[in-house]
């Protein structure tokens, strides 16, 4: 404040004599947005505070209620005081004709409004989403989260989530595989390969039509059902691979395919020109570089593929999904099913943060 | 007199109806330094391209050493291994370091095994005042660096021509001498090279012969002393005065 003083003293010698100044930025469209989402948090936290005491005894209802309305107004208040005393300030400054002061607690007032707007914006979804679990008698927590039901089906659900797993790895492999050949077969030059690319180009229209469940199906029912020596002899699980890697093949190709055009033109001319044979222009040059740009959309398409290895369960094989809903029609509850979330959720979020750590590394490797 | 190391003979070529080289003739004497100045957009690019099959040209023929090197049924990898080619934008590979880049093509193509070419290399990248750099990444060095690891990366393949397309156009003012300073090593070292450029008055200091390419064709050549002191031709005249204007001479 004093240092302000000092400051207008020095910048704006021409204030008494009328000087035109810039008046500090608004501090009231804020500060009562601020409020309106403060009064509404207290009011959710009311409601919360109750439904989840409930759980504990209906006589905890209300203390729980008071308690947690209490709680949201002294943290949301804790900002919203230290907005107000910042635009008092801000107001007197002006008015004792310190702009620079003026504009300095103007801009302190607005920070903590934004503040409270901020734990606001935080605290109305996590508060509802704590009310609709726990609102009459705990029902949805009762329904998708209890504990004896997640205890009972937890081994055999864990142990069938080794198909998905196996289905997973598999169909991520092969149809990377087939993926990058059908990005090489389209990007082939030359009026010779037309009819490559043609093919290459049917395959992947066709395959991002046709949904996933539709081929599993196909794949699954019908090779059996054509009775082909060996070929109508295979495992489900071996026929779930392939419908789902030849249905991921398709978006790993375009992926493939858009990593490769990334490539600028001129990191091939460079190659070529060095005397580097073609394919090792693509292996060694293209390729790692290409890599790294799709990593993470490829990753993308590696998670899809994992969440689509539940869609197995309408051809009979017993994954995750399948054992849950056994479990959830004798117990007439849908815990082990959250089973079943919870153990994709756990195989995704790490692979999640892998891709992000190689990218980085790639990144400063490369310095871009 | 001997035969030159490189021959064009009426060299054509179009884009669609865009005559971008409209007959050119041009004789590289072995251990010569050629250099070949003109507006954007005269062709000198596309010229420099088709010496190495990067492009191919319509019309003419281009020897090698009295071999013929333009056409269909060229081997053009075979081919790029005699012609070196550097470039503007230094296009070093990203994802591999200085040593790498140096060492991907000989090692790639059996020119020698992989410890031989990393000796080759770590004396080509001490040649070019580069080889502390060696571990380092093209993203960790300086534009000039660049393309001093691009020159040497490409003289381990020992090309017995070098192609430098406008090699210090993208680098900052500072740093244009020492890239400079490593051709002139080169030139003195009797390595034939053909060069297209906008450093005018290197490229009077370095040429045995400077071509001014205009709308396709060579408008005039001759020594160094005769294009930039003497032109002949108004066009010429006129490109060196806004050369002259623009400070690059």
């Known amino acids: 404040m004093t240092a302000a003083k000092i400051l207008d003293a020095a910048v704006s010698p021409g204030m008494g004599e009328g000087a035109r100044q810039t008046p500090p930025l608004p501090t009231g469209w804020p500060l009562a947005f601020a409020a309106a989402l403060a009064v509404a948090s ?3 936290g009311f409601l919360a505070g109750g439904s989840v005491a409930i759980l504990a005894g209906e006589s905890m209802r209300l203390v729980g209620a008071i308690a947690a309305a209490l709680a949201v107004a002294f943290a949301l208040g ?6 107000l005393r910042a635009r008092r300030l801000s107001a007197e400054a002006w008015r004792g004709g310190v702009p620079v002061a003026a504009r300095v607690e103007a801009a302190h007032a607005r920070h903590h409004a934004f503040t409270a707007m901020g734990l606001g914006l935080f605290l109305l979804p996590v508060l509802a989403v704590a009310t609709f679990l726990t609102i009459n008698d705990a029902v949805v927590y009762k329904t998708f989260l209890r504990g004896d039901v997640i205890l009972a089906s937890l081994v055999d659900v864990t142990k069938a989530f080794g198909a998905n797993l196996t289905i997973a790895v598999a169909a991520q492999v092969l149809s990377m595989l087939l993926g990058l050949l059908l990005a090489i077969g389209r990007s082939l030059q030359g009026s010779s390969f037309a009819l490559v690319r043609g093919v290459c180009i049917f ?14 199906y196909l794949v699954c029912f019908g090779v059996p059902l054509m009775g082909i020596p060996v070929l109508s002899d295979g495992d489900p699980m071996l026929y779930a691979i392939v419908a789902l890697s030849l249905t991921y093949a398709a978006y790993n190709g375009e992926q493939f395919r858009a990593g490769l055009k990334g490539i600028h033109h ?3 001319s460079a190659a070529q020109s060095l005397g580097i044979p073609p394919g090792a222009v693509l292996r060694l040059i293209v390729l790692p570089q290409a890599m790294r740009r799709i990593a993470g959309p490829m990753l993308g398409n590696f998670i899809a593929l994992q969440k ?8 009979g094989i017993v994954d995750a999904f399948t054992q849950a809903k056994i479990y959830s029609a004798n117990y007439y509850n849908l815990s082990s099913v959250t089973v079943v979330c919870i153990l994709f959720i756990a195989i995704t979020i790490p692979q999640t943060r892998l891709v992000d750590y190689l990218v980085a590394r790639a ?6 | 007199m001997a035969r030159p190391l490189i021959e064009l003979e009426g060299i054509g070529k179009s884009y669609g109806t865009f005559r971008v080289i409209d007959g050119i003739d041009l004789d590289i004497p072995r251990h010569s330094v050629v250099s070949l100045i003109g507006a954007s957009g005269s062709g000198k690019s596309t010229l420099l391209r088709c010496l190495n099959g990067l492009e191919d040209i319509q019309q003419g023929e281009i020897r090698l050493d009295g071999e013929v090197i333009s056409g269909l049924g060229i081997d053009h990898v075979a081919l790029r291994r005699r012609v070196g080619m550097v470039f503007q934008s230094y296009n070093l590979f990203p994802h591999m370091s200085v040593l790498g880049n140096c060492t991907v093509a000989p090692v790639i193509t059996g020119a020698c095994g992989r410890e031989e ?7 080509m990248l001490e040649r070019v005042g580069m080889r502390d750099k060696a571990k380092a990444f093209p993203d960790q060095l300086s534009g000039g660096q660049q393309q001093r690891v691009a020159i040497a990366r490409t003289m381990i393949m020992q090309p017995e021509v070098l192609l430098l397309d406008e090699i210090t156009s993208a680098l900052d003012p500072e740093l244009v001498m020492e890239v400079l300073d490593l051709v002139r090593d080169l030139a003195q070292q009797g390595m034939t090279m053909l060069l297209t450029t906008h450093e005018m008055s290197f490229a009077r200091e370095i040429s045995d012969k400077v071509c001014f390419l205009y709308k396709g064709r060579i408008l005039e050549e001759g020594p160094p002393e005769q294009v930039f002191g003497a032109p002949r031709e108004a066009a010429t005249q006129s490109f060196l005065r806004r050369v002259t204007a623009a400070g690059r001479l």
């Open chain 1, 266 to 268: 001129s990191q091939i």
């Open chain 1, 308 to 315: 689509d290895t539940a869609l197995v369960n309408i051809v």
């Open chain 1, 42 to 44: 207290v009011g959710i």
């Open chain 1, 78 to 83: 804790i900002p919203m005081s230290r907005a």
């Open chain 1, 203 to 216: 395959y992947v229209d066709i395959f991002r039509s046709l949904p996933a469940i539709v081929i599993i």
């Open chain 2, 117 to 123: 070419a990393e000796a080759r290399a770590l004396a």
């Open chain 1, 363 to 368: 990144d400063t490797k490369e310095g871009r």
